[in-house]
């Protein structure tokens, strides 16, 4: 399938593009093994968000900072362009109590000790991806792809 055919975004598509569909993914927070139960995004007020670098994706990064601030956290500064994090430094930032990282709901990769995922109360936080084909596409291949995401979401 080429990128003519369609393909998935994080941004909304622009109106030339008459179809599409999207999934929606609830973020979950990392914390410190002291949380168990859903938490609110206010109620981080205070830890060190361990973040991402805004070149990485610059409107997921400002709308994740805007929703931050809205919600009364100070996002601190942006990680440089090429700082991303590996998981490990997350692990042991959000392991220490001073922090917290966002992680997706189907994150497969194993927690340590001391570090927990738990969800977002309320859902303040949710990445859409949107699935984005031509308005006459004959595509079986989209389709599926699109009923996926239409289950997954």
């Given at each position: 399938?080429?990128?003519?055919s369609?393909?998935?975004?994080?941004?909304r598509p622009t109106a030339?593009?008459?179809r599409?569909?999207?999934?929606?993914?609830?973020?979950?927070?990392?914390?410190?093994?002291?949380?168990?139960?859903?938490v609110r995004?206010?109620?981080l007020a205070?830890?060190?968000?361990v973040?991402?670098p805004?070149?990485?994706?610059?409107a997921?990064?400002?709308?994740?900072?805007?929703?931050?601030r809205?919600?009364g956290?100070?996002p601190?500064p942006?990680a440089?362009?090429?700082q991303?994090?590996?998981?490990?430094?997350?692990?042991?930032?959000?392991?220490?109590?001073?922090?917290?990282?966002?992680?997706p709901?189907?994150?497969a990769?194993?927690?340590?000790?001391?570090v927990?995922?738990?969800?977002?109360v309320?859902?303040?936080?949710?990445?859409?991806?949107?699935?984005?084909?031509?308005?006459?596409?004959?595509?079986?291949?989209?389709?599926?792809?699109?009923?996926?995401?239409d289950?997954?979401?």
């Amino acid at each position: 399938m080429s990128w003519r055919s369609g393909w998935c975004a994080r941004g909304r598509p622009t109106a030339s593009w008459t179809r599409w569909s999207w999934s929606r993914s609830r973020s979950r927070v990392l914390l410190s093994g002291a949380h168990r139960d859903g938490v609110r995004l206010e109620a981080l007020a205070g830890l060190d968000w361990v973040g991402f670098p805004r070149t990485d994706s610059p409107a997921w990064y400002d709308e994740t900072v805007a929703i931050l601030r809205s919600h009364g956290l100070n996002p601190g500064p942006a990680a440089g362009p090429g700082q991303s994090l590996i998981a490990e430094v997350k692990f042991a930032a959000v392991a220490s109590g001073r922090a917290f990282a966002f992680a997706p709901p189907d994150w497969a990769q194993p927690l340590p000790g001391g570090v927990v995922r738990v969800p977002l109360v309320g859902a303040p936080l949710v990445r859409r991806t949107w699935a984005v084909w031509a308005a006459d596409s004959r595509r079986r291949d989209l389709g599926l792809l699109v009923a996926r995401l239409d289950r997954s979401g």
